[in-house]
């Protein structure tokens, strides 16, 4: 049976927000600097956004997502592409049961494993499949940050949503300096291993309007789908609707009715 965080993620359709999120993922790997040959994890890789670009590089790709509606469309992306040296897998950052020791040259995350619960498990399962010398990336949504489009989606959302159950830890965490490093100091990673910058990422669309991206949110993102689910019943989905169009209305960068909208987020690089 599905738990709540795979529930989540199975909700809607993911597949419909990555979609905005190709170039600025292509983007994020190149940045990364990687010279195959190298095995990589890909953890809480979505359909491929980041997984995609990483085997075409050359690099060997293993993905983990929570979601089994995600991995067979990342299943279907890759071999649509062509590619073979990629497989996908369902899994839990919390328990990477199956993965070995130290199995993994780097491991990426960009967006996804900060959304699974029991985030020391998360840090500790990261650490023990990079071999020592490698490396792990994260991008992070950063909780309350003005200059970020996702976390006021996220921010607004969660004003809707019925308190989250006792013992609950916001995946927002993960894009707080001191959590972060707590986290991969408990893991056993001395703290000047770890380095966290602030960086932007940058969703697009030559056809969407903000207004589009808004309706996109609201009927296939799963935490957005639920904050308007808790909204109806309460007699205040317009109210929170005009909340976020007003929102990506006002971030949106591009001027000629097309939608270019930037998301800071926390960058975490970690030498293991
Ligand atoms: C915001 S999406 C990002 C997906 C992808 N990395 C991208 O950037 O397009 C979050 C992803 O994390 C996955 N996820 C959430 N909890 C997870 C968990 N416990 N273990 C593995 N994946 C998880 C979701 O299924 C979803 O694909």
């Not at 997984?51 to 995600?70: F, K, N, T, W, Y």
């Not at 049961?97 to 990261?126: C, H, I, N, Q, T």
């Not at 808004?214 to 909340?243: L, R, V």
């Not at 939608?259 to 960058?267: E, F, I």
């Amino acid at each position: 049976m599905a738990n709540a965080n795979q529930e989540l993620w199975e909700k809607g359709d993911f597949t419909q927000i990555a979609a905005f999120m190709r170039p600025a993922g292509q983007a994020f790997v190149e940045s990364l600097g990687l010279v195959p040959p190298l095995r990589v994890l890909d953890l809480g890789c979505g359909d491929g956004t980041t997984a995609l670009p990483l085997a075409q590089m050359g690099a060997e790709v293993v993905g983990i997502d929570i979601s089994r509606p995600l991995v067979k469309a990342a299943r279907a992306r890759a071999e649509a592409a062509g590619l073979t040296s990629i497989s996908f897998e369902e899994g839990d950052a919390t328990n990477l049961e199956g993965v070995g020791d130290g199995s993994f040259d780097f491991v990426l995350s960009m967006f996804g494993a900060m959304f699974a619960p029991k985030p020391l498990d998360v840090a500790r399962e990261m650490v023990r499949v990079v071999r020592k010398g490698g490396q792990i990336v994260m991008a992070n949504w950063i909780p309350n940050d003005p200059e970020s489009f996702v976390s006021q989606v996220l921010k607004v959302s969660a004003a809707y949503t019925p308190p989250p159950p006792e013992g609950f830890v916001s995946p927002m965490l993960w894009g707080v300096e001191s959590n972060i490093r707590e986290r991969f100091a408990q893991a056993g990673v001395p703290t000047d291993r770890i380095q966290v910058k602030k960086d932007v990422f940058v969703f697009g669309s030559a056809e969407a309007t903000p207004a589009a991206f808004i309706d996109i949110f609201k009927d296939f993102y799963g935490p957005t789908m639920n904050a308007f689910a808790a909204a109806s019943k309460a007699g205040k989905a317009d109210e929170m609707y005009g909340k976020l169009r007003a929102l990506a209305e006002e971030q949106n960068l591009a001027e000629d009715g097309t939608l270019r909208m930037s998301a800071t987020y926390a960058r975490v690089t970690v030498e293991v």
